[in-house]
């Protein structure tokens, strides 16, 4: 018992030297309990009593039942598979099932996920090998895309040029990715463009299409292109403005 106290004593001064508190919690939370046993398991063999035999036993028989029939076992054995595979590590966007955010920590057991409304999901890590799991930091990036429409056509070389200068400057634009603009189609009214980006952080994916179509349309206007003005830009612009 003396034997014990000690370990257990030992094992908690060790842990308080953990510079991550949460994973200084959850090992205060388990490894003295752990310590606890072997030590008394220790005790009883040195004092003769032979209990391997029925360690073995009883190990075999807990470890096997808490990792088939418990949901946190099997978490658990996610959670390692999860750290050899290196699926994710905190910082990177993931999609997994219908979670999709930014890693912020992982453990064995939950990996913890900021969403794009800045709520948190704890998602259980024995979802990641039941679902599919989409690490877009490391796929290069996901793409997005705005429309232009432009009204004169004898602007439009001119316009795509304009354009251009303004993609080959995006500071934001995922690294190893070009964008570039697209002539899409010729309507009744306007001539269609379609500019494409990459960004890393997709649940920032409305803040970037903002800033990429404002960039465009006005650089287009400063340059004395006619963006929109007969298409519907114009028109929500027209009832915006009428509202206000």
């Excluded at 060790?14 to 200084?24: G, N, S, Y």
């Excluded at 705005?146 to 004169?152: A, C, K, T």
């Excluded at 304009?162 to 603009?181: F, H, N, Q, T």
Aim: aromatic fraction near 6%; glycine fraction near 8%.
């Amino acid at each position: 018992m003396l034997a014990t106290v000690v370990v257990v004593r030992l094992t908690r001064r060790v842990i308080r030297r953990v510079d991550d508190p949460r994973a200084r919690e959850q090992l205060m939370f388990v490894a003295p309990k752990s310590a606890a046993v072997m030590a008394a398991v220790a005790g009883l063999m040195v004092v003769g009593i032979d209990v391997s035999g029925m360690a073995a036993v009883l190990a075999t028989i807990g470890c096997t039942g808490a990792v088939v029939f418990t949901p946190v076992g099997q978490s658990f054995v996610a959670g390692a598979m999860i750290a050899m595979d290196d699926l994710c590590r905190p910082g990177e966007v993931v999609t997994v099932a219908d979670v999709h955010g930014t890693v912020i920590y992982r453990s064995l057991l939950r990996t913890e996920v900021l969403l794009p409304d800045d709520t948190r999901a704890w998602v259980p890590n024995s979802k990641f090998p039941e679902e599919e799991v989409r690490n877009h930091s490391r796929m290069g990036g996901t793409r997005i895309s705005v429309q232009v429409p432009l009204d004169r056509t004898d602007q439009r070389r001119r316009a795509v040029s304009i354009m251009e200068v303004v993609l080959a400057e995006l500071a934001w634009c995922s690294r190893g990715k070009d964008p570039y603009v697209a002539f899409e189609e010729v309507t009744g009214d306007a001539m269609m463009f379609t500019a494409f980006a990459w960004i890393d952080d997709r649940t920032r994916e409305p803040s970037f299409r903002g800033l990429l179509l404002t960039g465009l349309v006005d650089a287009l206007e400063d340059q004395g292109i006619s963006v929109g003005q007969t298409t519907k830009l114009s028109v929500g612009q027209a009832q915006v403005a009428a509202t206000g």
